[in-house]
């Protein structure tokens, strides 16, 4: 298996092989990826953090042979946990991985931390709604959780339908603390959308922005709009 990595600040990850196809996702700084297929100006990649696929354009991608990718599997690992930090002439975003201990980083936790979870949520308040984003230049709700959930120590999928299948559930909105995980259903009841509770009547979600809610029995009340915007579905505590 050819593997690659990502030495650019950011790079979109599209469905299909065109620049017409919808952003599915970003790899970020120092992402490490397997190569699945390619052409002459795309190749099909997976991410080895969350296996999440797409494809990004060749011009983009630096091949890593089997010595260095070994090598930097063993590295000492540390997240940007600031919006955006300079680092070697490049603007990193939130959760971008170095391999030095630097003013912006922290080291990879292997023990959840629930606290570093709310405190990363808040540095990103008002980072711009995108869907398929997963950078301080715009986000959407999945990758907000699962990048506050990395710095914080803990390893989540990349869609909202697959990180409900972790943590255990709370049953009671009033047992809810800060750091648990709120998730959204539609009229079909499929997952869409989660958020961080901060405590057990106030979330913070990425909706347009990244902002502060309040939420009920029903689910997220905008403040803004005076209505509900999403209908919940479950709390999840993840340890």
């Not at 936790?109 to 979870?117: A, Q, S």
């Not at 699962?146 to 697959?162: H, I, M, N, W």
């Not at 259903?185 to 347009?208: F, P, R, W």
Request: aromatic share 8%; net charge neutral; proline share 1%.
């Amino acid at each position: 298996m050819r593997h690659g990595i990502c030495k650019l600040a950011v790079v979109p990850m599209r469905g299909e092989c065109s620049h017409k196809s919808e952003l599915v996702s970003e790899l970020l700084f120092n992402d490490i990826y397997e190569i699945l297929e390619e052409n002459e100006e795309w190749m099909k990649i997976r991410c080895m953090y969350d296996s999440y696929e797409g494809w990004i354009r060749n011009l983009q991608h630096s091949e890593l042979n089997d010595e260095d990718f070994e090598s930097y599997l063993k590295k000492e690992k540390y997240i940007i946990n600031s919006a955006v930090a300079s680092y070697r002439n490049l603007i990193l975003s939130f959760g971008s991985k170095v391999f030095e201990k630097t003013e912006n980083a922290i080291a990879l936790r292997k023990v959840f931390d629930h606290r570093i979870m709310v405190e990363s949520a808040i540095k990103l308040l008002d980072v711009p709604y995108r869907w398929g984003g997963k950078s301080a230049m715009g986000i959407d709700c999945s990758a907000f959780v699962q990048l506050c959930a990395k710095v914080a120590g803990f390893k989540l999928p990349r869609d909202a339908s697959q990180q409900v299948e972790r943590g255990e559930t709370i049953s009671q909105l009033v047992e809810a603390h800060a750091g648990d995980l709120a998730f959204f259903k539609d009229n079909k009841d499929k997952i869409t959308h989660v958020g961080i509770m901060l405590s057990n009547d106030k979330i913070i979600h990425a909706s347009g922005k990244v902002r502060i809610d309040a939420i009920d029995q029903i689910g997220i009340f905008n403040k803004d709009s005076k209505h509900h915007t999403h209908i919940l579905s479950c709390i999840k505590r993840i340890r």
